[in-house]
């Protein structure tokens, strides 16, 4: 798909895409020398926020080859947690537990982005393990992943190979819950479970410059660079209080349902290690490509 045609199937679906984000619908052998009942060590995963984008992010092999090189460079995940920007809900919710029809929570896109199939087994054995750890989590077997799961995972695991399970946004609850929610998930990442959060570093679908694309605008900059270098710092306290601290704030998310999953990510990844950014760039001017890696 051209740049070109990309930008008009974003500018024809911007609206509806906006409104709907609110939604709501392997084994390893063991050494000879090993006792016979060992099990195998899993790898200790980072944590990973990425900015998934318009749902045709999952057309575009370019722009995803970022994603497969984001993934290559991680150890091998067992299971995949994602915490998407489209499924909020309170309290933490876990969704389907078997593999089912995506769901394509979006309206205006090509046909093609509708015949998209992503068929990683469910990780039920992951969302039976956070039950028992977290007996206040609700579930939605019923609930299908949103193109927040799916987009960014046919380009990272695009064998459909890894388990996965969604863990709703509970939106609504304070920031610095949210980030007490990912320092509870911290301990999967010793149990080879990829914590992923899917949202966009800054978002703002009304201000997209439809002419433009790879020179971000002032206020877009202003707030992707603050949250860099909150980052950088280990600055926790700011970043919880993004509110009052962030500059640019309600151009960069006039609705911050697509940042606070990075408020997750900070808490899952506290003590992982230094923070990188695998992933940088813009799109129309006010869409940031940009990915975090703790650890």
Not at 31 to 40: G, I, R
Not at 280 to 288: C, I
Request: charged share 20%; glycine share 8%; proline share 8%.
């Amino acid at each position: 798909m051209t740049a070109l045609h990309r930008r008009d199937f974003l500018r024809a679906a911007a609206a509806s895409l906006a409104a709907a984000s609110c939604s709501q619908p392997a084994a390893t052998a063991t050494s000879s020398l090993e006792p016979a009942m060992t099990k195998p060590v899993p790898p200790r995963l980072p944590v990973v926020f990425v900015s998934h984008g318009a749902p045709t992010l999952a057309l575009d092999e370019k722009a995803g080859s970022d994603f497969a090189r984001l993934a290559a460079a991680l150890p091998r995940p067992r299971a995949i947690l994602v915490i998407s920007a489209h499924w909020l809900d309170s309290p933490p919710t876990l969704g389907t537990r078997t593999t089912r029809e995506l769901y394509y929570d979006f309206s205006g896109f090509p046909d093609a982005l509708y015949h998209v199939r992503y068929a990683a087994p469910a990780a039920a054995e992951l969302a039976d393990d956070l039950l028992r750890r977290m007996p206040a989590l609700a579930r939605d077997d019923e609930r299908p992943w949103d193109h927040g799961v799916w987009v960014p995972l046919v380009h990272m695991y695009p064998q459909h190979d890894v388990p996965v399970l969604q863990i709703s946004m509970p939106w609504r609850q304070t920031a610095k819950q949210m980030f007490e929610l990912g320092k509870r998930l911290a301990a999967l990442r010793d149990d080879g479970v990829l914590v992923l959060a899917s949202g966009g570093a800054v978002h703002n679908l009304g201000r997209l410059d439809w002419n433009g694309g790879d020179q971000p605008a002032a206020w877009a900059a202003n707030f992707e660079g603050w949250v860099r270098e909150r980052l950088r710092a280990g600055d926790v306290d700011a970043l919880l209080d993004y509110r009052s601290k962030a500059p640019d704030l309600e151009l960069a998310h006039p609705s911050d349902d697509h940042f606070v999953p990075l408020l997750v990510a900070l808490g899952a990844g506290v003590g992982a290690g230094p923070v990188s950014f695998p992933i940088e760039g813009w799109e129309l001017g006010s869409l940031s490509r940009l990915a975090v890696r703790f650890g």
